[in-house]
């Protein structure tokens, strides 16, 4: 059954149970999204997993470039799911998540439990950059329906509670990627890449990807992908809709308010430009409890 076909049945089955009360409403499509994801990570040749806005956005138009070239597709192709393996059988299917749905549908709850088996490229970012750039995104971008199924707040809340917030700020994101740490050693197949890497050398970063993940492009192929993918083209593509069949995913909330592009800044640090330096010094020391395998302590000298 395609994945197109179960996104169909989750909506039919949600609108038969609207008479259901909220908290079991929640629960049925929780386990319908787990469901869907589980099934695509059964087709995926590798998976990239990262917690929202950590900037998966742009590696995915790199990868789209890259992939692109080698396979001779067209430039407004957007790499989804096995859209570019059913068009080139050289090309991968690539999972794309943020492990929110899996376990609802598995039952499990280590992070790794349900990847074994499939190469995995966790993406990660500082908990400060991504719990700023999220607050942006809850305020600017997200769906009514998606804070209420992933515990967001619904009223309107200030940046300062939202990112010290333990439901959806740093507490929150160094859990995830703590949890993540721990599973590393058992389960081998992972290539961790950092955002700060990628935003040194981005070309060096997407090699390692491409060649870790058992698709190897040309030099010429990955200069072009990150020429492609340069900020001020993306800022571009997304303000013209470039890419099709994308929906709402590269396309601004209100084209008149720069806070709801999903390109926004990528800024290393950028936390800093809002807040006091005391609440920097209160949000360090919250991000400081993250593993020492994401190398935190770096970004803070």
Not at 58 to 78: I, N, T
Not at 136 to 159: A, C, G, H, L, S
């Amino acid at each position: 059954m395609g994945h197109k076909v179960l996104v169909v049945i989750r909506h039919i089955v949600l609108t038969l149970c609207f008479w259901l009360p909220a908290p079991s409403r929640k629960k049925l499509e929780r386990w319908l999204r787990g469901r869907e994801e589980y099934k695509q990570l059964g087709k995926a040749d590798w998976v990239l997993v990262s917690w929202g806005k950590s900037g998966r956005t742009w590696l995915r138009v790199m990868l789209s470039r890259a992939y692109q070239l080698k396979g001779g597709l067209d430039e407004d192709s957007f790499l989804e799911f096995d859209n570019f393996s059913k068009l080139n059988g050289e090309l991968p299917a690539v999972f794309f998540t943020h492990n929110n749905y899996l376990k609802d549908y598995t039952g499990n709850s280590e992070p790794l439990a349900d990847f074994r088996g499939k190469r995995v490229v966790l993406l990660v970012r500082d908990p400060l950059d991504v719990a700023v750039s999220q607050y942006f995104q809850w305020r600017f971008r997200m769906r009514p329906r998606k804070k209420f199924i992933n515990d967001y707040p619904i009223v309107d809340t200030e940046i300062w509670d939202f990112v010290r917030d333990e439901t959806v700020g740093v507490p929150r994101i160094v859990k995830f990627l703590n949890g993540w740490a721990q599973a590393i050693p058992e389960h081998g197949d992972v290539l961790l890449v950092r955002y700060r890497d990628m935003r040194a050398d981005p070309g060096s970063v997407l090699t390692k990807i491409l060649e870790f993940t058992g698709t190897g492009c040309s030099a010429e192929q990955i200069a072009a992908a990150v020429e492609f993918a340069r900020y001020d083209n993306m800022k571009k593509m997304e303000e013209t809709k470039f890419f099709k069949g994308t929906g709402t995913r590269v396309k601004p909330g209100d084209k008149d308010n720069p806070q709801s592009f999903k390109v926004r800044k990528g800024k290393v640090g950028g936390y800093r430009d809002y807040f006091t330096d005391e609440q920097c010094a209160e949000l360090e020391q919250m991000a400081s409890a993250l593993d020492p395998i994401f190398d935190y302590r770096e970004t803070q000298t």
